[in-house]
């Protein structure tokens, strides 16, 4: 009797202490390893893509986007907004807010935040990068966004957007983060940028800033006061600055961290074995490329501007086309991702189901059909020196990597052998990482290797817009008045077919014009703690769901 006294007494004993040990998922810590700091915590300046992940867990917005699965469209769903409805020809939208949201210092968020909050975006004066999302509005007599007469607050909780046109990326202009106007509209605009409230946010989503040492570790706790939907769940997110990759993932199998974002595909298939890790595969918005100036870079800048002239090398076509046969992009896919990605035929990603063009074929690594398009191009090896030549012109160039990329080296290195073998003589370069990219923009370069992350809206005349001076990122200085035409009006289209038709059309001309050598999409490698559980990590961003994070130590 007295033992099976004894034996339950100490099985209630080691029943209690187990739970003890175990805390519930509110009071547990995540931590995200980060290669950098944040920049701001003023949406209004959010220029890196992690910051704005985290500025978006605190600030609220009026509606939610998602994935539609089927058709890889963004879909929108109500979030301060309770609930929305087009008018007048779809061209406004009258938005109904919820009366129950609250700013993290108990402040009621109203329809005149909403108001306030576009002002600033819209606002030159301001510069904020966010500027652009306010220019389909209402304009005035100059022409520009009339932002105060196209949003009109008709009641604490209801607010309308007007346009001037009907457009399915309207809802994508309006999801930005709203902004407490109590704090921030006794601040003249000069004076934004570097405020110290950017330091200290009022929000209302799910989290708020519990602190901040810059360069170490960012930390939020749950916002006990957010109803859009929750507070979050975990008792501590915590950013921790790691700028070294290999550290992390030290931080990680030790489980000093919990999340590593960015793997190189190399480092996860290193991970594949540890049992307190699992990798996350998310289809890829990157796409690399080699890029060819498309323009004679020399009479550009001698003219400023004025002349534009086909590049020596590069202003032909067919030319661009050799290239690309050129280089063995399956071989390099496999090589340096280990697969994982796909041979990338344009600048629309697979995933966008409507808008990509799966008929087009990728072009094969064909070295000697490559040499019989470079040679209908005049290009010849006449001297016998190895490298080809035409009009005294020997086919020779540098390509630049910036440093630090040793991924983009790597595949430079690749490359410059691949060409090698259709006597073109490729040399290598470096440029410091901000001067490649202001040199990129200026039109510089011949040749370099770089990647772009497109945007989950579908606007392309940043990137392939004739106009080089408005279209900035158009680094490859490629003109065409169809495909200006197409990326000015298809994002614009309410019809799908039709908008389908013309996306797909885009990709046709650039597969046949070849203004860069499209190499791959990158799928994003995350690796995370076995223990985090719901992260919901998707192409919209990584942290979309880490309000409904939670923590499991079985």
Not at 63 to 79: E, H, K, W
């Amino acid at each position: 009797m007295s033992r099976n006294i004894l034996f339950i007494s100490t099985l209630v004993l080691l029943i209690l202490c187990g739970c003890s040990q175990k805390k519930n998922s509110s009071q547990q810590t995540i931590i995200v390893a980060l290669s950098g700091d944040i920049d701001t915590f003023n949406p209004l300046y959010t220029t890196d893509a992690t910051t704005q992940e985290i500025v978006e867990l605190l600030y609220p917005s009026l509606v939610r986007p998602s994935i539609d699965t089927a058709s890889g469209a963004l879909v929108f769903t109500p979030s301060l907004a309770r609930s929305f409805v087009y008018q007048n020809g779809e061209k406004d939208v009258l938005f109904h807010l919820r009366s129950d949201a609250r700013w993290s210092d108990s402040a009621a968020v109203t329809a005149r935040d909403v108001k306030f909050s576009f002002l600033r975006y819209g606002d030159p004066a301001v510069g904020s990068i966010h500027q652009e999302q306010t220019a389909g509005m209402l304009v005035a007599a100059n022409g520009a966004p009339d932002i105060d007469r196209s949003i009109v607050v008709i009641n604490d909780s209801t607010v309308l957007f007007k346009f001037r046109e009907a457009s399915p990326s309207r809802m994508f202009d309006i999801a930005l983060p709203i902004m407490p106007a109590h704090i921030y509209e006794q601040i003249p605009a000069s004076e934004l940028r570097t405020h110290p409230a950017n330091k200290t946010p009022i929000g209302a989503g799910p989290f708020i800033l519990a602190s901040w040492k810059p360069m170490q570790e960012i930390v939020l706790h749950p916002n006990p006061l957010c109803v859009l939907p929750a507070p979050a769940k975990i008792g501590s997110l915590v950013f921790r600055i790691i700028p070294d990759l290999q550290t992390q993932l030290i931080q990680l199998r030790n489980k000093e961290v919990d999340m590593v974002m960015d793997l190189e595909a190399s480092d996860a298939a290193a991970l594949q074995n540890e049992s307190s890790v699992r990798i996350l595969s998310i289809e890829g918005r990157r796409y690399h490329f080699i890029g060819w100036n498309n323009i004679d870079q020399q009479a550009y800048a001698r003219s400023k501007g004025k002349v534009i002239a086909p590049h020596p090398l590069f202003g032909s076509a067919r030319t661009r086309q050799a290239l690309t046969l050129a280089v063995n992009r399956p071989a390099l896919l496999s090589a340096l991702l280990s697969n994982h990605g796909t041979i990338a035929n344009g600048p629309i990603a697979p995933f966008f189901k409507n808008a990509f063009d799966r008929s087009i074929a990728p072009y094969p690594f064909d070295p000697k059909k490559a040499t019989e398009l470079l040679a209908q191009d005049g290009w010849k090896d006449t001297d016998g020196d190895g490298i080809l030549d035409k009009d005294g012109k020997k086919f020779s160039f540098e390509l630049y990597t910036p440093t630090g990329s040793k991924f983009w080296a790597e595949l430079a290195t690749i490359v410059q052998k691949q060409l090698r073998d259709v006597k073109i003589e490729m040399k290598l370069a470096k440029a410091e990482r901000s001067v490649y990219w202001q040199s990129l923009l200026e039109k510089k370069f011949d040749a370099w290797i770089a990647g772009f992350e497109v945007p989950m809206e579908l606007r392309m005349e940043g990137f392939w817009g004739s106009d080089l001076k408005k279209s900035p990122f158009n680094i490859f200085s490629y003109r065409n008045a169809r495909v200006d035409s197409i990326v000015n009006t298809a994002y614009l289209m309410t019809n799908q077919s039709d908008a389908t038709r013309s996306w797909k059309e885009f990709q046709q001309i650039l597969h046949a014009e070849q203004p860069c050598t499209f190499l791959f999409w990158e799928d994003r490698l995350i690796a995370v703690n076995q223990r985090i559980r719901n992260t919901d990590i998707n192409r919209l961003h990584t942290l979309y769901s880490a309000s409904q994070w939670t923590v499991s130590e079985n």
